[in-house]
């Protein structure tokens, strides 16, 4: 054990690292405060809340940014101090511990400017993002950008309100672009993509946000897309999403699915039901994703987020695990392969709330997908236990609005009742349509009905209403009609 006094930055580090919750830093520094320990490592190892490993492995991550943040800042000072014999090292040193404020009495999750965000630390070194990269990210975020695309042999590019757009004419060499992209990456994601051709991460810049990030090779050369990630969980409200879907955060046990194409924002409703339970229960959340995108600090509830690849090998293995961690809520990135959904379903029997999305892109399709990825000599059984676990599917699009401004959601909402249950269990989905139809009692939507209702506002205009629904005789104004 280390004999120096940890600073708060250990703690800072240990809890975005997903190996400590707040409540527990909250509790070892105040047990620090009032004497009870020698240092902050050596009590959070006491109580088992971290190993000796974790411990050590914090530590040298905690090395790696002071003493970036020492060289940063000599030589910032370097030309206004030259030769005046200030010791830039050690004044550097203490401002990182003055420029922490409250984490050792409140246990603020926060980065600060003048340090590098502890989120960012992962394994092997923290990546230094090039300035040329920061530029175009900065461009992105101001301009309202989800996505930020840099292609070889191509402008930067960003999707805004859904439609993609050029930044300028100015191509990005593949060079420039490879350059770029790899300053976002630690040695041991450029192993990764060294040797795979891509790789997935998430990633904190300072002053900028979080961002999902997939760097891969191409014909060109290197590309890469930053997502936008909010810096706090999004609610209902903030992304258009009708409050009645909090009452599907209200089910102890059973299994609730957000669904829908890639870029239709799963992501973010999912944090939003999840910021929920986190705020209303006094629970254990634990989630698993690929990366883990939205920081869902503890408040009411313990939560732990596991990154495949990062702190897990695959989702299946986090999940055989995760029965025996003691979660309330199971929150699942992205229901994959059979394992990974035969484990949900398991979970969700047993007495778990588990949260989850899937790449489908109807409720209708969800339980086809979800009963089909397994054998058929199993499906019986597989359609018996979904019918009795699962509890709701949110299937969602993001459509341009009229104004040009954004998108809105447009929802189809299945409700898992008796009847709904029944034709699950006797393979008759193509029936729950008109369930769908006649459910809005029970807070069952259509997608097309969801559709019709935004055109009839004036929030999204007919052509877009069309592409997207599955009749277009149910659109207003639609030939037929």
Request: one cysteine or more.
């Amino acid at each position: 054990m280390p004999s120096s006094r940890p600073t708060p930055l250990l703690g800072r580090i240990a809890l975005h690292l997903g190996m400590l919750t707040m409540d527990q830093l909250a509790e070892a520094t105040r047990e620090q405060a009032q004497g009870r320990g020698p240092n902050l490592g050596t009590i959070l190892v006491e109580k088992g809340w971290i190993s000796e490993a974790q411990l050590q492995k914090i530590l040298r991550a905690r090395e790696q940014i002071v003493a970036r943040h020492r060289a940063e800042k000599a030589v910032e000072s370097a030309d206004a101090d030259e030769g005046s014999g200030t010791d830039v090292g050690a004044s550097s040193a203490a401002a990182a511990e003055v420029q922490s404020p409250g984490v050792a009495t409140q246990a603020s999750p926060g980065p600060t400017a003048s340090l590098p965000d502890p989120r960012r630390v992962a394994m092997g070194n923290p990546a230094t993002p090039s300035s040329a990269l920061l530029a175009a990210l900065k461009q992105g975020i101001e301009r309202g950008a989800s996505d930020i695309h840099i292609h070889s042999g191509a402008p930067l590019r960003l999707r805004v309100g859904g439609r993609f757009q050029a930044v300028g004419d100015q191509p990005i060499s593949g060079d420039e672009a490879e350059a770029m992209l790899l300053s976002a990456l630690n040695d041991e994601q450029r192993g990764v993509f060294e040797e795979c051709g891509e790789v997935d991460l998430a990633c904190g810049v300072a002053s900028l946000g979080r961002f999902r990030v997939n760097v891969y090779r191409q014909q060109r050369g290197t590309d890469g897309v930053f997502r936008s990630i909010p810096d706090r969980p999004p609610t209902l409200e903030d992304l258009g999403l009708p409050s009645s879907l909090a009452k599907f955060t209200n089910y102890h046990q059973g299994l609730v699915l957000v669904t829908g194409p890639a870029n239709c924002g799963k992501s973010s409703t999912l944090a939003a039901l999840v910021d929920i339970i986190n705020e209303e229960r006094r629970e254990h959340i634990l989630t698993v994703e690929d990366p883990v995108e939205v920081i869902q600090p503890s408040k009411r509830c313990v939560v732990n987020q596991r990154s495949v690849g990062r702190h897990t090998e695959s989702f299946a293995r986090a999940l055989r695990a995760a029965l025996r961690e003691d979660p309330d809520v199971i929150v699942i990135g992205e229901l994959r392969d059979l394992e990974t959904i035969s484990l949900a379903l398991t979970a969700a029997e047993t007495g778990h709330l588990v949260l989850g999305t899937l790449h489908t892109n109807s409720s209708i399709r969800t339980l086809n997908r979800i009963i089909g990825v397994f054998p058929a000599d199993q499906q019986d059984q597989i359609r018996s236990m979904v019918s009795e676990s699962l509890r709701a599917v949110v299937s969602q699009r993001l459509v341009p609005s009229a104004d040009g401004k954004g998108r809105v959601p447009a929802l189809e909402i299945l409700v898992v009742n008796k009847a709904v249950g029944n034709l699950i269990r006797e393979n008759k989905t193509f029936q729950i349509q008109s369930i769908l139809q006649t459910g809005a009692s029970q807070g069952m939507c259509m997608l097309d009905d969801s559709l019709s209702q935004l055109v009839a506002q004036g929030t999204i205009t007919r052509d877009e209403a069309l592409i997207h629904c599955d009749d277009p005789k149910r659109i207003p104004g639609a030939e037929g009609n």
